[in-house]
T-cell receptor, first 114, second 112 residues
Framework: GAGVSQSPRYKVAKRGQDVALRCDPISGHVSLFWYQQALGQGPEFLTYFQNEAQLDKSGLPSDRFFAERPEGSVSTLKIQRTQQEDSAVYLC????????????FGPGTRLTVT | GDSVTQMEGPVTLSEEAFLTINCTYTATGYPSLFWYVQYPGEGLQLLLKATKADDKGSNKGFEATYRKETTSFHLEKGSVQVSDSAVYFCALKSGNNNDMRFGAGTRLTVKP
């Protein structure tokens, strides 16, 4: 079956531009996670959804970051007024109740802010 | 808070050599432990997992044993191949957090 997909795979933005990153989780997966992975580092948690409810956004680094999952499937991570320090790979992961804690990751979106 | 510390890389081995990548963790409660692998140009893939103490996770010749007494989950493989070249991440998930906590990753290069 299809895995987690993300688009675009690569995004170059000028500083100050807004960007929107899309995640399509595995069909039927209740939980959806966004992570930020800086070069040479492990992924760092940004936010978590259960269905359409955003239950944890403690990892969002500033109020310029916003995520939504309005119908409990596709999710969008939006970054407003991008800064150079936002350059990273943004990973989306999903999981189901049946796979205890196991998360399935998408290929990521590499964002470069110039 | 919960955290994972893994062996710094990069690690370079010859084909058929023995591999160990160390991973230790700090967590309250009883976390589940994971190893993820990231091949060049690809996303993170689950390699193996263990959900309770003394469990051994295994896949593709890789093994790791959940050791509560030493809070460790070291990754081992008896004979590496060139195709094992990738970045390996140790991770934990506890009931106290919604997210997965990852180590910094260890880059493995296997030379023919």
């Amino acid at each position: 079956g299809a895995g987690v997909s993300q688009s675009p795979r690569y995004k170059v933005a000028k500083r100050g531009q807004d960007v929107a990153l899309r995640c399509d989780p595995i069909s039927g997966h209740v939980s959806l996670f966004w992570y930020q992975q800086a070069l040479g580092q492990g992924p760092e948690f940004l936010t978590y959804f259960q269905n359409e409810a955003q239950l944890d956004k403690s990892g969002l680094p500033s109020d310029r970051f916003f995520a939504e999952r309005p119908e409990g499937s596709v999710s969008t991570l939006k970054i407003q007024r991008t800064q150079q320090e936002d350059s990273a790979v943004y990973l989306c992961a999903s999981s189901s109740r049946d796979t205890r804690y196991e998360q399935y990751f998408g290929p990521g979106t590499r964002l470069t802010v110039t | 808070g919960d955290s994972v510390t893994q062996m710094e890389g990069p690690v370079t081995l010859s084909e058929e050599a023995f591999l160990t990548i160390n991973c230790t963790y700090t967590a309250t409660g009883y976390p589940s432990l994971f190893w993820y692998v990231q091949y060049p140009g690809e996303g993170l893939q689950l390699l193996l997992k263990a959900t309770k103490a003394d469990d051994k996770g295994s896949n593709k010749g890789f093994e790791a044993t959940y050791r509560k007494e030493t809070t460790s989950f070291h990754l081992e493989k008896g004979s590496v191949q060139v195709s094992d070249s990738a970045v390996y991440f140790c991770a934990l998930k506890s009931g106290n957090n919604n997210d997965m906590r990852f180590g910094a990753g260890t880059r493995l290069t296997v030379k023919p």
